[in-house]
């Protein structure tokens, strides 16, 4: 497992890279290694995405699940998610679903 400590330098450098798409850059990424196979992978670059997230607002899980939601396989959606759900950040709501509701 990824020390949390490299979680956010990674999700710092994304955000200095990519701006407002760093969240959806990271989304892009995981999506890529979960279809090649790489769930470890996939699950390290949800958590960096859900550190993106909150770095830049306080609905950091819900932007997480949308990315998710746009961007992952029908078939693996539920399953990414609740690797996202795993490492909740400050500012989950569980009440909130991944459409925003």
């Known amino acids: 497992m990824i020390?949390?400590?490299d979680i956010w330098r990674v999700a710092n450098l994304m955000v200095t890279r990519y701006g407002e798409e760093a969240t959806l850059e990271g989304?892009?990424?995981a999506h890529e290694l979960a279809s090649?196979?790489?769930r470890a992978g996939a699950a390290t670059?949800?958590?960096?995405?859900n550190a993106?997230?909150?770095l830049g607002n306080?609905?950091?899980?819900?932007?997480?699940?949308?990315?998710v939601a746009a961007f992952a396989p029908?078939?693996?959606?539920?399953e990414i998610l609740m690797l996202l759900r795993l490492d909740k950040g400050p500012f989950w709501n569980s009440s909130q679903s991944a459409d925003g509701t």
């Open 74 to 78: 029908a078939d693996k959606k539920d």
């Open 58 to 67: 306080t609905s950091a899980t819900r932007d997480a699940e949308r990315a």
């Open 52 to 54: 993106i997230a909150q």
């Open 36 to 38: 090649e196979g790489d």
């Open 27 to 29: 989304a892009t990424r």
């Open 45 to 49: 670059w949800l958590r960096i995405t």
């Open 3 to 5: 020390p949390e400590i």
